[in-house]
């Protein structure tokens, strides 16, 4: 069973940092193409980053600058690297996997549970 695992959410304020790890099961995962999304509150859920299965990396234009995609393919894990932080970026951040680079939500072929993320101002 495809399992992704997101940890390091938590309550940051704005400028500072946080790293975002999702641990994710299998014995393909250097083939897999991975992602970050979030939601907010009344908001529909957003593409933030991707890395192809080539560790070609993908931004949001909100992001961009600010936040780092990477993975480690002997730990199994994608990281997510947050830095200057707005309140803005306030959400529930979701790792995602797909078949083809997972730019957007429909093309996403499994979730992680969610971590949250709280930047105060």
């Known amino acids: 069973q495809v399992q992704l695992v997101e940890s390091g959410g938590g309550l940051v304020q704005a400028g500072g940092s946080l790293r975002l790890s999702c641990a994710a099961s299998?014995?393909?995962?250097?083939?897999?193409?991975m992602g970050w999304f979030r939601q907010a509150p009344g908001k529909e859920r957003e593409f933030v980053a991707a890395i192809s299965w080539r560790s070609t990396t993908y931004y949001a234009n909100s992001v961009k600058g600010r936040f780092t995609i990477s993975r480690d393919n002997a730990k199994n894990t994608v990281y997510l690297q947050m830095n200057s932080l707005k309140p803005e970026d306030t959400a529930v951040y979701y790792c995602?996997?797909?078949?083809?680079?997972?730019?957007?939500?429909?093309?996403?072929?499994?979730w992680g549970q969610g971590t949250q993320v709280t930047v105060s101002s």
């Open positions: 995602a996997r797909g078949d083809t680079v997972p730019t957007m939500t429909s093309l996403v072929g499994y």
């Open positions: 299998g014995r393909t995962f250097s083939s897999y193409n």
